[in-house]
């Protein structure tokens, strides 16, 4: 059974501040992903990566980085946040040996900026 | 580019009878996958349904989907819907180089 896990659960900042999310894997899993889901829009996709050191850019990057340190680990950094990047923050691993894997998600993060 | 819609908003049925939630989609590849995620209150996604064969049917917990692409559907179907049915369900492809694409999601209500 794939394991994802998100760190902190919730978060709450203010305008301006840094705030880093955490995403740890422990299935071995080469693709990792981050997405901001909202009402009315779903899941997107912010960024993704193949590997420590690899990023790939998503479909709403504008405001976030993101930095794979390992294979298990993938953190989505926001530096200068905004109200507007209040948001529920999934972050989910698929492997990449077969076309039809599905994507392991993480519980998520509640992030609200104040 | 690539792309999934969705039956927008809410779907409302009551406990018993069919549901049927539609999803089409844009892609240039030729070899992907497709899926259904399901969404319950407070839980992440998981999936609920995959296919990447033309014209096959693939059930899972009493939900199936059949992959047309001739027409670009993959319309999720259940015969009997029940009141633990209700959720988020995303329609989603995986997209080429790894890059997934979601639809925006259908929340389905079962009524008693």
């Known amino acids: 059974e794939a394991a994802v896990t998100q760190s902190p659960r919730n978060k709450v900042t203010v305008t301006g501040g840094n705030v880093t999310l955490s995403c740890r894997q422990t299935?071995?899993?080469?693709?990792m992903y981050w997405y901001r889901q909202d009402t009315g829009h779903g899941l997107r996709l912010i960024h993704y990566?193949?590997?420590?050191?690899?990023?790939q850019i998503g479909d709403v990057p504008d405001g976030y980085k993101a930095t794979r340190t390992t294979q298990e680990d993938f953190f989505l950094l926001l530096e200068l946040a905004s109200p507007s990047q209040t948001s529920l923050y999934f972050c989910?691993?698929?492997?990449?040996?077969?076309?039809?894997?599905?994507?392991?998600f993480g519980p998520g993060t509640r992030l609200t900026v104040l | 580019g690539d792309s999934v819609t969705q039956t927008e908003g809410l779907v409302t049925v009551t406990e018993g009878l069919p549901v049927k939630l539609n999803c089409t989609y844009q892609?240039?590849?030729?070899?992907?996958?497709f899926f259904w995620y399901v969404q319950y209150l407070n839980e992440a996604p998981q999936v609920l349904l995959r296919s990447s064969t033309d014209n096959k049917r693939t059930e899972h917990q009493g939900f199936h989907a059949t992959l047309h692409k001739s027409s670009s559907s993959f319309h999720l179907q259940k015969s009997s819907a029940q009141l633990s049915d209700s959720a988020l369900y995303y329609c989603?492809?995986?997209?080429?180089?790894?890059?997934?694409?979601f639809g925006k999601g259908t929340s389905l209500v079962v009524h008693p």
């Open positions: 989603a492809h995986s997209g080429g180089n790894y890059k997934p694409t």
């Open positions: 892609t240039t590849y030729l070899t992907i996958a």
């Open positions: 989910a691993s698929r492997e990449d040996r077969v076309n039809y894997a599905e994507q392991f």
């Open positions: 990566s193949y590997g420590a050191g690899n990023l």
């Open positions: 299935n071995s899993h080469n693709y």
